[in-house]
């Protein structure tokens, strides 16, 4: 599902968008000479890699074989070291989403206390780094965290990326609290819902995201922006073809 809107949001843009795709015995090798092929075609600016990959494949290197300046996930090491540092680079996309959510709220984040819950590298560690960048007191809670709802309460933005539907009640969330539901679960009956109990916790928030619609759309977008800033950024060496 996800993988066919990109797509489709890529066409609508102009955008050429092409998938790869590959069986599940396909061999770390095989995966490594694909990249390394995108990595030094120079009609290809964007290049993601769609997690979860099949365990024998060790994610982590091939995350780390995609050219830094194609990486419009924001997944390689590079570009997550500069993301820490508060430097340009690439952020990943739902992060990057959520940043441009709260802009749009007018909210001065200097000084608020966001309460991030979930510690992927894909989400929440950085989420968290560039709330810290932006001047925010930051506590990252995770399965070990002791006393989760009470830090929940004291959160002036709540980020929620646990993968757990209707984790967050009512009664973990402060009054006026902006929350946002990173979640995607799919329920029994098919549907799909959040980490947050929407329908209680709309009436303490002050800003809230919905499942689906909220911060899935801003993802893509957020995609979107990236693989333009690397069109338009791209050096290619003198040399090269
Ligand atoms: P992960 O499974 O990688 O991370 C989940 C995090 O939640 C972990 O850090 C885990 O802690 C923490 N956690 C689990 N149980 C608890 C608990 N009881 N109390 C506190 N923390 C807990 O998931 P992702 O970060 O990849 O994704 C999170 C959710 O966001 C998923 O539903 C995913 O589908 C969705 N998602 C949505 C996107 C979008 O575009 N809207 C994009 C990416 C993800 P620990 O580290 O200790 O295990």
Redesign the pocket.
Known sequence: M?VNRKHRTCLELGMLSELRKFPGNVSYSRIIQEIKSLNNDRKVHGILVQLPLPEHLNHKKVLETVDPKKDVDGLHPYNHGKNLLGKDCFRP??PR?IMTLLERTKTRLEGKHAVV????????KPIAVMLLNSDCTVTI?????RN?PSLCRQADILVA????PH?IKANMVKKGAIVID????RLKDGKIT??VDFENVRKKASWITP?PK???P???ASLMENTVKACKEIEWPKNSD
Do not use: E, P, Q
């Not at 819950?117 to 929440?124: D, K, L, Q, Y």
């Not at 809670?141 to 965290?145: A, I, L, V, Y």
């Open positions: 996800y996309a739902t989403g819950i979930g510690r992927s590298n894909i989400v929440g809670c995770h399965s070990k965290t989760l990326a646990v993968g757990k984790f990173v979640g995607i679960n959040g980490d499942v909220g911060v899935g801003m993802t893509i």
